[in-house]
């Protein structure tokens, strides 16, 4: 690694083995792509001695390491992929920098196995995806968005290059991990972000409403987790959001309308029983917004809760078990003339059996009895 190289793209090949520890003092790399390889181990913390480096995609290899924190003194790094590795542990180390990845325009360490809460203090200082026009000054990284930069990412569910890096690109992707706990509220703080990707984890706990501050917000995925709660009527002020998947989750209540929500499909809320409205096809309560549902109906209405508990069929075989016996113990009453009450009730009193034909019958058969004797 001479200190004049600032390329070093090596993905899409079959490397395997470690990253070897190449990289010296006063490395002037900008951009690291070693995506879709077969590199085992660890990253070799020789890195921080790359103080340009912009760009870092190690994704789609077989890395096995903890969240490389020592990442945070590389004060010009914009782009961290380490996608679709196996890294470990938890992201809640103390930082060792007042504003770590203060620069950071790209976060994608999804398909990984983090466990923990949410990075809540990387969310307090990542700078390059708050207040991004107001923020904005002159640079020379025209050559490093042109030139340098290759990337490939996961945007609206769909497999992308990229090629270029404009200033006011900003993701973050956590999906398909191990986290837990709940979705921090300063996430909200964030209103430069325009694509964020939490789905596949454990999360629990309400969707903050302070995701309707990041108003530029082009896609929202919240789907696989345990989120309870309301869907947030801030949501709706989201007039940039393209994608919305909120799907198995256990909301409740009515899904809020608006003209941008109006565009989103059954898929964005399947796996909600309790979410109510359209698109779906199951009716909210008009007083409360929740679903309908037989089993919180008042004590009054008990009675006809109970009879709603038995299916159609369960009632039509009742009323043909009962037919069936009824027809039968007719039979019987009306062949022998028993319970005597009950003829008398149905047919009259004074009624009596007619036992002649009976005796008549009895005589026949008897007959050639007495003959013979």
Known sequence: ????????????????????????????????????NKLQRRLPKSLINCKSLRGLDVGNNRIRDKFPFWMEALPELRVLVLKSN??????????????PFSKLQVLDISRN?????????????????????????????DAFQDLFFEMRITLKGL??????????????DLSSNKFSGTIPRFIGNLNSLRYLNLSHNNLMGHIPASLGNISVLESLDLSSN?????????????????????????LVGQIPQSTQFSTFENDSY????RLCGFPLTRKCNEENGQ???????????????????????????????????????????????????????????????????????????????????
């Open 1 to 36: 690694m001479s200190k004049s190289l600032s390329i070093f793209h090596l993905n899409a090949n079959n490397f395997s083995g470690p990253i070897p520890s190449i990289f010296i003092k006063g490395c002037s790399l900008q951009s690291i792509n070693l995506s879709g």
């Open 86 to 99: 196996k890294f470990d542990g938890n992201m809640l180390l103390p930082s060792r920098s007042n504003l």
């Open 270 to 273: 399947v796996g909600n029983l």
């Open 159 to 172: 497999d992308q290059l990229l090629k270029r890096l404009l200033e006011d690109f900003t993701i973050i």
């Open 113 to 141: 196995a983090f466990v923990g809460s949410l990075p809540q203090r990387y969310f307090k200082s990542f700078r390059a995806m708050m207040d991004v026009k107001e923020n904005q000054t002159p640079s020379d990284d």
């Open 291 to 373: 679903r309908m549902q037989p089993e919180e109906q008042d004590d009054e209405d008990d009675e006809y809760g109970f009879i709603d508990g038995f299916g159609w069929r369960s009632v039509v075989m009742g009323y043909g078990s009962g037919i069936i016996v009824g027809i039968g113990i007719g039979c019987w009453i009306i062949r022998f003339g028993r319970p005597r009450w009950l003829v008398e009730f149905f047919f009259g009193v004074g009624y009596t059996y007619n036992k002649n034909k009976k005796k008549k019958k009895t005589r026949k058969r008897a007959t050639p009895t007495q003959r013979g004797t």
């Open 226 to 250: 345990k989120l309870d709660g309301g869907i947030p009527n801030e949501l709706t002020s989201l007039t940039f959001l393209a994608k919305l998947n909120l799907s198995m989750n256990d």
